[in-house]
């Protein structure tokens, strides 16, 4: 092909990518997406679905790689050294950015200077849930229960230093009931401890709780979201019940390394919003338990923050503490 007919084939494509809101030097390399988790779980899956998406948007092979291990960390130590050129993206817990800088002495990474955020996408809320066979009816039960026999002050949660870990750390201080953890290796063992009544009660993500709440296997008490759920309509809020201060939410995030330009940044978050508009997609997301959202990159950063600080006090209280 003759040099002038290359040289405006070229030129063509940059305009294409310009005009979706893709920078050109975007385009020059195939992304990898790293997953802090192994395949299958909720998170691998929407990174996976976004993957696709983006495929179409950038006009370039996007790869997932799960780096699983270290609690997420091991894919964050990947970006960190990754250049900032969006070949190589993140797709992880929002708990790397906002909990762990709390929980563990040797984090790795600073998420304010070693990652750059692009958008939310996805949120769940947590609920708090006994099992079925419990004389424990609501959570007003659960607080004389539990103040009555220490044996049901007990509470389960996927692992030690989790959100869920934490929420029963402040729910423990604002119910005023001296709660202890019994941590699990994930939540589908502490779904079964729960369903078994091998501990009294436990808190989970909704998409956990829900279907065995609605199979009459467990009952859900209360949730932790700003309003009532969806999967849990005839479930009460914790902000109902007169504790708004019990107010959570899980979620993943999306990120590249540190020094991402936000011409880049905000282009990404543009594609995550479409992405997200796919009807099939947003079903597929929804079936889970879960809630596709997205934002802008400083959205992102606030939220960040915020959430930051918000952990800190329950973060302390735990103990817990990780190399």
Known sequence: MPARLLHIVFLTTALVFQSAGI???????TVRVFVGLPPGGAVDIVARLLAD???VSL???????????ASARIAVQAIKSSPPDGSALLVTPAAVTNLYPHLFKNLGYDPFKDLTPISKLVTWDFGFAVPAKSPVK????????AKQDAKMAFYGSPSSGSPQ????????GILGVPLQHVWFKGAADTLNALVSADIPSAILALGEIGPNHNSGQIRALATFGAARSPLLPDVPTMTELGYPALQATGGVAF??????????????????????????VKERIVKMGITPVSSTPQE??????????????????SGFVAD
């Not at 959570?139 to 004389?144: I, N, Q």
């Open 23 to 29: 920078p050109a030097n975007a385009q020059q390399q």
């Open 53 to 55: 998406k983006l495929r």
């Open 59 to 69: 006009g370039k092979n996007v790869i997932v790689e799960n780096r699983p291990g």
């Open 138 to 145: 609501t959570v007003a039960d659960f607080v004389a229960a």
């Open 165 to 172: 870990h934490l929420l029963g750390i402040k729910m423990a």
């Open 255 to 280: 990120y590249g390394p540190g020094g991402m330009s936000s011409e880049l940044s905000e282009s990404l978050s543009r594609a995550v919003k479409i992405a997200w508009e796919d009807p099939v």
């Open 300 to 317: 992102l950063h606030e939220s960040d923050v915020r959430e930051l600080e918000g952990w800190r006090d329950s973060a302390k209280a």
